[in-house]
């Protein structure tokens, strides 16, 4: 696998990171593609000049890079494709079908699990626990089945499926590869709190986090989330015209569930519109004049983004929680399938 960060120079933005840029000049080669697109997520987007210069050097094809922003394997930019003959999608593994001239170059991250999980089985309470991670530390999770191992735990990865291309891998719209286990209480390890809290609300189960980057370990809590959550649900309470917001974005977009919701607010006397949009932000939203938003996008606009809107955002669940046709106890993180 080639270092890109050691051959692009080392203010590439690729330091820690290993991509198998060999495969893909590889196959630019081979295709014979003339000018080939490059997208990258905001902590990869740096290193895409020194890449692009790479790129040109060593095929001959000219380099366009995607300046807008990528939100994963399910933000491919789809007008970008259809201008190159190649797109190379940096740091996420494929999910499901996609266009034919995207080739995904998964980022992975060199830190070593060992140490970290030696720390986190001191914190869990089972002997059979779920273990997952996101795709930069998934080819290493080996290490930390065997880490547990010797602290007398068995680790297991939930399977792969669709949108899930590895064992043991969560997105942070898809948890079905842990509540696909049997087990206690799960083991993520990874950085920050979005996936950790995905997984202990999609399946009500106990979870440790494992951070490989801070050599930290911790208890996710749920409840400070679940606050804001219900306080969303609350002030969404008191709107009368809802925006219910369709991305345009392949792997996000589910015009079928929107439709359903629309129905359902109507039928409860709620002024309810569609909204087909690319990327999310605040001020498109005050502009249609609503008072509150459902949003089918990615779970991580009304969960992690909320503070940035003056108006209350929501997700598919929570609205059905709303109207009434869920009830609060059965608070569902939302997941596209």
């Not at 266009?99 to 089985?121: G, W």
């Not at 083991?187 to 709190?193: S, W």
């Not at 605040?282 to 949003?295: F, T």
Request: with cysteine; glycine share 8%; hydrophobic share 40%.
């Amino acid at each position: 696998m080639a270092r890109a960060h050691s051959t692009a120079g080392s203010n590439s933005g690729f330091s820690g990171y290993d991509l198998d840029l060999d495969k893909a000049i590889d196959l630019i080669q081979k295709s014979g593609a003339q000018r080939v697109g490059l997208q990258a997520p905001e902590g990869l987007k740096r290193a895409t000049p020194a890449l692009a210069r790479q790129i040109e050097e060593k095929t001959g094809a000219e380099v366009i890079i995607s300046g807008d922003p990528c939100f994963g394997a399910c933000d491919v930019d789809m007008q970008l494709c259809r201008e190159v003959d190649l797109m190379l999608h940096l740091g996420h593994a494929q999910i499901g079908i996609g266009p034919d001239n995207v080739i995904f170059l998964e980022a992975r991250m060199k830190e070593d699990l060992s140490d970290v999980v030696d720390k986190a089985a001191i914190l869990l309470k089972a002997k059979r626990v779920g273990v997952t991670t996101t795709i930069q530390h998934v080819h290493k999770l080996d290490q930390a089945l065997e880490a547990l191992k010797e602290h007398g735990i068995e680790g297991l990865l939930g399977p792969a499926e669709e949108r899930i291309r590895y064992p043991g891998q969560v997105l942070g719209c898809s948890y079905s590869t842990v509540r696909a286990l049997d087990v206690e209480e799960y083991l993520f390890i990874g950085t920050g709190q979005f996936h950790p809290l995905g997984i202990a609300l999609a399946t009500g189960k106990r979870v440790v986090i494992a951070d490989p980057v801070a050599g930290e370990v911790s208890e996710i809590d749920t409840d400070p989330m679940l606050r804001r959550r219900f306080g969303a649900i609350t002030r969404a309470g008191e709107a009368k015209r809802f925006a219910i917001l369709v991305s345009k974005k392949p792997g996000q977009r589910r015009m079928e569930l929107a439709e359903r919701l629309k129905a359902l607010g109507e039928a409860r006397g709620r002024e309810m519109f569609l909204v087909y949009l690319d990327n999310i932000e605040p001020d498109r939203l005050l502009n249609l004049g609503a008072e509150a938003v459902v949003s089918t996008a990615c779970p991580r606009v009304a969960l992690d983004d909320a503070a940035k809107y003056r108006i209350p955002i929501l997700t598919p669940p929570e609205f059905e929680v709303l109207v009434g046709e869920r009830e609060w106890t059965e608070y569902r993180f939302d997941e596209i399938s």
